[in-house]
């Protein structure tokens, strides 16, 4: 999607459709709203005036007017709910709304006026950011009745804006727009074709673009390090595990000296449970237990685009959890790369395995502060549902950055507690076991047991499993994988010096 930045003359853009918001309760006196009043004959204060159209968040009206020439103009207003809670994440969702909507008309391009105060380049960020994931859909496989209709260009009006600051963030949002997409579309891959050496291939190809270094660990290497923890998930299976790392290197690093930051990524290609198999119910959904690591990717391709100043890495631990006469047990014992003893008394809960090696090997790689993400438990949707991702760790201060920084994109972390619940991944034979006792805090237990494969670093995780895949479409989203934390996370990065 290509973007442009104006700083004036709204209703003269050449486009096919001129977009942007209405608050609640608002009566139009502001000059824009007043403008495309005029330019459509009072219809935006006759539908305000007559309740048809209140401002509410996920209302639109779209209004025609004649224009020169003969020709017959648009303008489309979206709610955007009240003003004083309209910020970046706000704008992206009416950027998105208005995008979907109109590309539903099977228009091209529209002009956009996001409305909100503060920061240019933000604001900018954001509304091209809302337009290109709005036009993520569900239908790649779809030979016939896809729907080709696209936007393809948007022009994004803020009054006044420098146009260096436009700009900026316009490919900024465009970049971290992408590479969320391109995270749902690893997420949105059947497993049949999206395995652990097709998923490490594209991570290659999409290194290779974005100038990071990046490297394949074999399962032969894997054994040599020790990581049975994480081969053991894979042993039931005919695909091979991958383990993906990732280098971002930057030219001039602000950060201060030896520390590194890695995001570590599930990556269980299809988690059928193993021998603890899962009901036949509902396991197609189990695709996308890769998330955690599609997360890692997408927010990698972003970094390798945006180059931050401090040096990151990403590791992502690929997979496939299936039953077979190869496969382990519950009552097995593995011995992860740190040496540690585990107690496998689930087969089903693979994730924490895979982590285990995965968070290991990012810290002897000179990781100092470790982010992992992963599709870890149903119990985090019984808690927080698919609204707000589990968050939990070992370090208050890194907790509280990504809370911050998602919140100032409009991602919620909920922060489950950890103290006190150590007792839970004891085991009576091995040092840890996989599962926590009964169901009693699942999600704790499923970090809990990672904790134990942190040493020194700084650590956090987030439990996805609740907010990587949405059931139903919203006005700016499609159904389906969201994409979740990317966005979250090139915000703390590029807060982080
Ligand atoms: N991938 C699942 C967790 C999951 C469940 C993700 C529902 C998304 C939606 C994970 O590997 C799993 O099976 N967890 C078990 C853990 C249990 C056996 C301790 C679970 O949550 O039931
Ligand atoms: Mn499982
Ligand atoms: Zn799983």
Not at 76 to 86: D, H, N, Q, R, T
Not at 150 to 174: H, N, Q
Not at 204 to 213: D, H, R, S, V, W
Not at 428 to 444: S, Y
Request: aromatic content about 4%; glycine content about 12%.
């Amino acid at each position: 999607m290509k973007s442009r930045g104006i700083n004036k003359n709204f209703s003269a853009v050449a486009v096919d459709a001129l977009a942007t918001v209405v608050f609640k309760g608002e009566k139009g006196s502001v000059a824009l709203i007043k403008e495309l009043n005029n330019l459509t004959g009072g219809q935006i204060s006759s539908i305000i005036s007559s309740g048809e159209f209140s401002g509410e968040k996920g209302e639109s009206a779209l209004l025609r007017y004649k224009a020169a020439k003969g020709k017959s103009g648009r303008v489309l207003i979206v709610g955007a709910g009240e003003k004083v809670k309209y910020k970046a994440p706000e704008v992206a969702v009416a950027a998105g709304h208005a995008t979907r909507k109109l590309r539903s008309l099977g228009l091209k391009s529209f002009a956009f006026a996001p409305r909100a105060e503060g920061n240019t380049v933000e604001v900018a960020a954001a509304a091209a950011q809302g337009a290109v994931t709005s036009q993520f859909d569900l239908d790649k496989y779809k030979t016939k009745d896809k729907d080709e209709k696209a936007i393809s260009s948007i022009v994004v009006y803020l009054e006044g804006a420098k146009p260096a600051d436009l700009k900026l963030g316009l490919d900024r949002g465009v970049i971290i727009g992408e590479s969320m997409n391109f995270a749902r579309d690893l997420a949105n891959e059947p497993p049949n074709i999206l395995t652990p050496s097709e998923m490490a291939k594209r991570a290659q190809a999409m290194a290779k673009e974005t100038g990071l270094k990046c490297e394949i660990l074999s399962e032969a290497q894997m054994k040599k390090l020790g990581m049975n923890s994480l081969l053991s998930v894979s042993l039931g299976s005919e695909q091979p595990a991958k383990l993906i790392v990732l280098k971002y290197t930057p030219k001039k690093n602000t950060g201060a000296k030896g520390e590194l930051l890695s995001l570590v990524g599930k990556g269980v290609m299809f988690d059928t449970g193993g021998i603890s198999l899962k009901p036949g119910e509902g396991m197609d959904a189990m695709k996308y237990d890769m998330s955690g690591g599609a997360t890692v990717l997408g927010a990698m391709r972003a970094v390798g685009m945006l180059k931050p100043a401090i040096p990151v890495l990403g590791v992502v631990g690929c997979v496939e959890n299936m039953p077979d006469g190869k496969a382990s047990r519950p009552s097995d014992v593995v011995t992860a790369m740190t040496g540690k003893t585990i107690e496998i008394l689930n087969t089903d809960a693979e994730g924490r395995l895979v982590l285990a090696d995965a968070v290991a090997y990012a810290e002897k790689q000179g990781a100092t502060r470790i982010i992992d993400m992963a599709t870890l438990t149903g119990a985090v949707v019984v808690a927080l549902g698919h609204l707000n991702t589990g968050i939990m760790g070992n370090d208050q201060e890194l907790v509280d950055e990504v809370i911050k920084a998602g919140k100032a994109v409009g991602e919620g972390f909920w922060q489950l507690p950890l103290e006190g619940y150590e007792s839970e991944v004891k085991s009576d034979i091995a040092d840890v076991k996989n599962v926590g006792t009964k169901r009693r805090a699942g999600t704790i237990a499923g970090a809990l047991f990672i904790q134990e494969f942190v040493d020194k670093a700084k650590w956090a995780h987030l439990d996805i499993a609740g907010t990587a895949w949405a059931d139903g479409a919203k006005p700016h989203q499609s159904k389906g994988p969201t994409g979740v934390a990317v966005r979250t996370l090139v915000n703390l990065i590029e807060n982080s010096n």
